[in-house]
């Protein structure tokens, strides 16, 4: 089981309580990347939400000509991939890369961690209030970003 | 304990910027590695109220070799 001084680092968790970080902390698997290696691919189902603990990943999309990606950003420490697709059930919308030596993340399956949220309605709600804000940050950081070119 | 989540652009750069958890609250002057380059940290800001212990800031940075 995780530490759950981790997952009190981790937005997505923000406001838990010990109790309810322990059942999330019952579901998660530890795994680790090498430099390069995919995480998700854009396109495919949604299977797993990843935190990571450690390192770096790419967050890239397909340039619409089809040559090749585009990188959009990189994610570190107590950041989430995969939780666009636990609200809108969507393919994955971007490969994530492995890009550091070590890559850790603790991955949880969507469709069980989604029932936990059901179950639960409190987790599902600070879980899905948080997402919410990690989206916003993100929005806001793509906009402050658009000017670098 | 704190924690700084903290979206970093990199003007002028390819860069595409980052978003990390740091336990320690970013300065201007201070040096940041992202994958295998060190930028240096020009400008701080908060990017939104604190939440709980998270603080959400926006830290514009150059690459470190073009600091002079």
């Given at each position: 089981?995780?530490?759950?001084?981790?997952?009190?680092?981790?937005?997505?968790?923000?406001?838990?309580?010990?109790?309810?970080?322990?059942?999330?902390?019952?579901?998660?698997?530890?795994?680790?990347?090498?430099?390069?290696?995919?995480?998700?691919?854009?396109?495919?189902?949604?299977?797993?939400?990843?935190?990571?603990?450690?390192?770096?990943?790419?967050?890239?999309?397909?340039?619409?000509?089809?040559?090749?990606?585009?990188?959009?950003?990189?994610?570190?420490?107590?950041?989430?991939?995969?939780?666009?697709?636990?609200?809108?059930?969507?393919?994955?919308?971007?490969?994530?890369?492995?890009?550091?030596?070590?890559?850790?993340?603790?991955?949880?399956?969507?469709?069980?961690?989604?029932?936990?949220?059901?179950?639960?309605?409190?987790?599902?709600?600070?879980?899905?209030?948080?997402?919410?804000?990690?989206?916003?940050?993100?929005?806001?950081?793509?906009?402050?970003?658009?000017?670098?070119? | 304990?704190?924690?700084y989540?903290v979206?970093?652009?990199?003007?002028?750069?390819?860069?595409?910027?980052?978003?990390?958890?740091?336990?320690?609250?970013?300065?201007?002057?201070?040096?940041?590695?992202?994958?295998?380059?060190?930028?240096?940290?020009?400008?701080v800001?908060?990017?939104?109220?604190?939440?709980?212990?998270?603080?959400?800031l926006h830290?514009?940075?150059?690459?470190?070799?073009?600091?002079?």
């Amino acid at each position: 089981m995780q530490d759950l001084e981790t997952l009190k680092s981790v937005e997505l968790f923000s406001g838990l309580e010990a109790d309810e970080l322990q059942k999330i902390a019952a579901l998660l698997e530890e795994r680790n990347y090498a430099p390069d290696e995919i995480i998700v691919k854009q396109g495919s189902p949604r299977d797993k939400l990843y935190i990571i603990t450690e390192g770096l990943v790419e967050v890239s999309v397909e340039k619409p000509s089809g040559d090749g990606q585009h990188s959009v950003v990189k994610l570190g420490k107590g950041q989430t991939v995969g939780e666009m697709s636990l609200v809108d059930q969507g393919s994955r919308s971007a490969t994530v890369r492995a890009i550091s030596d070590p890559t850790k993340v603790l991955a949880v399956n969507q469709q069980v961690f989604s029932e936990l949220c059901n179950q639960d309605a409190r987790i599902g709600y600070i879980v899905m209030k948080n997402i919410a804000a990690d989206l916003s940050f993100r929005l806001r950081q793509r906009h402050l970003s658009d000017w670098r070119e | 304990m704190p924690t700084y989540k903290v979206s970093i652009v990199i003007p002028g750069s390819n860069n595409p910027g980052a978003i990390i958890n740091m336990d320690e609250r970013p300065l201007p002057g201070q040096q940041i590695r992202l994958e295998k380059e060190d930028f240096l940290i020009v400008e701080v800001q908060e990017l939104l109220p604190p939440r709980n212990d998270f603080h959400f800031l926006h830290v514009t940075c150059r690459p470190a070799q073009a600091a002079g």
